[in-house]
């Protein structure tokens, strides 16, 4: 494999060596900061440094966003106004899919192809939705009240902070900038400290969109550090996060001062069920998809595979034999099917399940190690391990990584059972020929999202989020509009009401 690059061959001539904050539509260097490296996982190479956002440059940020959104055009332009530059920004992000994806797969080791292919025209369509939607939403009328008309409009709710995740940064940072200002909110938000180059590429394109100044700000930093002073500023309005489960109560505890809104889109321990009647083959397909695609590390992984006894020894031949032959490698070589996994300490993290599994005498039917071509680069073999309890680690704890913990069942009850034993609640799989089945046991999963004989689409008009530790609130069309926007209720008489009056000879 070569693919260590010299430095401006891999980051174009769009992103500084330092990744700096962006605010005012400006970038600006936080000078003497601190510097965190941006390793490339398919080496461990150095390919950047962030410069970390205290919280004076947090400040400025989000000043800068009050003074957009209490003084600046964007909340008070029209619909169309703001749909324009909505659709400017999609264009330009499919223009730059090159750069974009080339830089997402630098600094996550997703391979390239999906993310030029998936992410980057996920992440532009994105603004596209969100233009659109603004234009279909309606407030109510009542009249109900004799001589009075009611009016229910919504208003945006104000300075959003917006924290992100490494595993899908732009796909899932732009999710939330384009629903938090195409309803007419300015923000601020932070990438993961581990995957900034993407996102400040992304600050380029919002400049040249035509997006008013202030609207958009990036600070970049550690999550103790840039993400704490953010959540914790008195000037945001209201917090949306995806991330980790215990960086999730952290922020709900920074957002109840001052009483804000939080969304918390969180992590996952997913089963993905397959009944006896399930068509054996393609949910193999499905269930490897499931636990593998994005080098393993999707919120909602099939992570936990259940498969019904009397399939279960046709399944697992096959998973395995097909998990072995996984082509593992360059993430920037189109023949790649998974690249590593995002760093040394997420590695680590992953691997020590192995030694959960030896201890608790589960057996490791593939995988379960580092893989290490050229003695670089964060890899890990894929790994399917059959577990004897669902109360196991291997069950119970977010891996994060392509490792599938593999269990069987007998009956459905005792699927349902095992599926819902979790302290998450984000997705569920259903393998299954039978429809009354799949609306049955779909309908009995503690869970956000239940996808039955199909990998993860995902409609945006839909709400997706999580039961129990999985997270609170929801994304998606009407999710959005009522997390962004505040009701606002207006009565007006027909005509001037008799008012009884006070001390009238007075
Ligand atoms: P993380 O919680 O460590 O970090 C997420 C973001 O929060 C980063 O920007 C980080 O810098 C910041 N942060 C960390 N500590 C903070 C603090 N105390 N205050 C403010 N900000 C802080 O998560 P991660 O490791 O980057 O991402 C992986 C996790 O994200 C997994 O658990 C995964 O399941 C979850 N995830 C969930 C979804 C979903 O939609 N439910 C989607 C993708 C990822």
């Known amino acids: 494999m070569s693919y260590l690059l010299p430095r401006s061959v891999l980051l174009g001539a769009h992103v500084p060596d330092t990744v700096p904050a962006f605010i005012d539509n400006a970038f600006v260097d936080p000078g003497a900061a601190v510097r965190l490296p941006v390793h490339y996982p398919g080496t461990g190479a150095v390919v950047a440094e962030v410069a970390e956002s205290d919280a004076d440059m947090v400040d400025r940020a989000v000043r800068a966003a009050r003074k957009a959104f209490d003084h600046g055009p964007w909340p008070r332009m029209t619909v169309e106004e703001r749909q324009k530059i909505l659709y400017r920004l999609q264009a330009l992000m499919l223009e730059a899919n090159d750069d974009l994806s080339r830089l997402e797969c630098l600094h996550t080791g997703i391979t390239?192809?999906?993310?030029?292919?998936?992410?980057?025209?996920?992440?532009?369509y994105n603004f596209q939705f969100f233009a659109e939607y603004i234009n279909h939403y309606s407030g109510r009328l009542y009249e109900q009240e004799d001589g009075y008309v009611t009016l229910i409009g919504r208003t945006p709710v104000g300075v959003a902070a917006l924290l992100g995740p490494w595993n899908a940064p732009i796909a899932l940072c732009t999710m939330k900038i384009a629903a938090c200002i195409a309803f007419g909110n300015t923000c601020v938000f932070k990438p993961s400290e581990q995957t900034p180059l993407s996102l400040a590429r992304f600050c380029e394109i919002v400049k040249e969109a035509g997006v008013p100044d202030g609207v958009i700000n990036m600070v970049n930093g550690r999550g103790q550090v840039t993400g704490n002073a953010l959540a914790s500023h008195p000037g945001v309005d209201l917090i949306s996060f995806t991330g980790g489960t215990k960086t999730g109560e952290a922020?709900?505890?920074?957002?109840?001062?001052g009483l804000r809104q939080v969304s918390l889109e969180?992590?996952?321990?997913?089963?993905?069920?397959?009944?006896?009647?399930?068509?054996?083959?393609y949910a193999i397909d499905g269930a490897l998809l499931g636990i593998y695609n994005n080098n393993g590390q999707q919120c909602f992984a099939g992570s936990r595979v259940i498969v019904h006894t009397s399939v279960a020894d046709r399944f697992l031949e096959r998973f395995v034999a097909r998990s072995k032959a996984i082509r593992l490698g360059d993430p920037q070589d189109p023949a790649t099917e998974i690249g590593p996994v995002a760093s040394e300490n997420h590695r680590r993290h992953i691997l020590s399940f192995t030694d959960t599994a030896r201890a608790e005498g589960a057996e490791i039917l593939t995988g379960g190690r580092a893989w290490e071509p050229g003695g670089s680069g964060y890899f890990v073999e894929p790994t399917a391990v059959l577990v004897k309890d669902n109360a196991s680690r291997l069950c119970q704890d977010e891996i994060f990584g392509p490792f599938a913990a593999i269990q069987t069942f007998e009956d459905d009850d005792e699927a349902i059972a095992l599926a819902n034993d979790s302290r998450f609640g984000l997705a569920a799989h259903l393998w299954t020929e039978n429809l009354e089945r799949a609306m049955r046991v779909g309908a009995e999963m503690r869970a956000g999202t239940v996808w039955t004989n199909t990998p993860t689409v995902r409609d945006l008009r839909s709400a997706f989020g999580g039961f129990k530790e999985s997270g609170i609130g929801r994304e998606g069309g009407q999710s959005c509009l009522h997390f962004y926007t505040e009701e606002r209720t207006q009565i007006l008489p027909r005509r001037r009401p008799q008012l009884k009056r006070f001390a009238p000879g007075a």
């Open 251 to 257: 922020i709900m505890a920074a957002a109840a001062k």
């Open 266 to 281: 969180l992590g996952g321990k997913s089963a993905s069920i397959v009944f006896a009647d399930a068509d054996v083959d």
């Open 112 to 124: 390239q192809y999906s993310l030029g292919t998936r992410h980057i025209p996920r992440a532009s």
